[in-house]
């Protein structure tokens, strides 16, 4: 007979579903054998995935060797789910000092793979930052720049009450101004539950420090981050204060990883040796192909306010998805909540074309 016709004779339909499997050869109560994978049970129905298809049977089909199995199967799930949500727990609410115990790369060239990796390497190379002035001399080599002793850097880590290690979530980097971390304001918790976000921000960040040493600190955090919790990949975002802004737009640029980035407070042209050296008009347009969204936010009261809407028409020039968000109150230091929400809402809510062609 068949193995469809076989399914169907023991009352399996076919679903289309995907999870993780445990193999077995199963037998109906008249001795029929069919070797699949075991999906889901839910105590009534087990998922097999057979021949590449997810079908349903019911358990009290199956000889009573397998319904055992589907019993204890489904007990170590309940524990394991059990103590998944004790884990997630712990790692709830804000820590701080936590410490920066993996790489995002094993080496400088890791860290330099993107479109622009050489020209980052050869602008580095002589120049030790974009943010404020960027003739100071060489700081350090690029290899030295990646590296720093082990357990100096850490990192403050703000974990919403949803997260239950089950689902998920984004991940949004903070770049501080300054060589401490910034943790959270009030409220900022509130957001990341709403848009299912793990917050990171890492220590040696600060504008003192040279740009490839201050993104590598933040994506090792985020490699950190990623050995504890459930983390999207294609949910990284990067927000900043200051010249921490500049930065989080330097580092979307630089790394296509990066869905969405947040300038709090600094501002900066697409066609500049002092922001993005390595970019020309042709390789902004591609850039701007891939779908990202950069958002601006400052206030009349932030002393890059102007500069920062002077540069926004030459963003949107190039063709990249940009929105500007400000209040009255907003200075030089980072949002309140409300304003803070509105920018993450919309950078988090951005569809990447360049992902959509891949799909094709």
Request: glycine share 8%; hydrophobic share 40%; charged share 25%.
């Amino acid at each position: 007979m068949p193995l469809i016709l076989l399914l169907l004779t023991i009352g399996i339909c076919p679903l289309a579903c995907e999870a993780e499997t445990a193999a077995r050869v199963w037998k109906d109560m008249h001795g029929r054998a069919v070797p699949g994978e075991l999906v889901d049970f839910d105590g009534t129905t087990a998922s097999l995935k057979i021949q590449g298809r997810v079908t349903a049977v019911r358990a009290d089909q199956l000889i009573e060797a397998d319904q055992v199995f589907l019993r204890e199967w489904l007990g170590t799930r309940k524990a394991d789910r059990e103590r998944q949500t004790a884990d997630a727990a712990k790692l709830r609410g804000v820590r701080q000092k936590v410490a920066i115990s993996a790489r995002w790369a094993a080496n400088a060239d890791g860290y330099l793979k993107g479109p622009f990796g050489d020209a980052m390497r050869k602008f580095h190379t002589k120049e030790r930052s974009i943010v404020d002035d960027p003739k100071k001399g060489v700081f350090m080599s690029v290899e030295e720049s990646l590296v720093w002793p082990e357990g100096k850097e850490t990192m403050t880590v703000c974990c919403p009450e949803n997260y239950d290690g089950k689902e998920p979530f984004g991940v949004l980097i903070y770049v501080s101004a300054g060589n401490q971390p910034v943790k959270p304001l009030a409220g900022w918790d509130t957001i990341l539950a709403k848009h299912r976000l793990i917050y990171v921000s890492a220590s040696g960040t600060g504008n003192d420090q040279p740009d490839l040493r201050r993104m590598a600190l933040s994506l090792d955090a985020v490699a950190t981050l990623r050995k504890e919790f459930k983390t999207d990949p294609a949910r990284l975002y990067v927000s900043g204060i200051s010249g921490g802004g500049a930065i989080s737009h330097y580092m979307a640029v630089s790394y296509p990883e990066i869905a969405g980035a947040i300038d709090c407070c600094r501002g900066s042209a697409v066609i500049s040796p002092y922001t993005f050296p390595f970019l020309t008009p042709a390789s902004a347009r591609t850039v701007a192909q891939r779908g990202q969204r950069f958002a601006f936010l400052s206030g009349p009261k932030d002393r890059n306010f102007t500069t920062m809407q002077a540069h926004l028409p030459e963003w949107k020039k190039y063709g990249f998805d940009t929105a500007f968000f400000s209040r009255e109150e907003q200075g030089h230091h980072p949002p309140p909540a409300e304003l803070f929400e509105e920018a993450v809402a919309w950078a988090t809510a951005g569809k990447r074309r360049d992902s959509a062609e891949k799909k094709k």
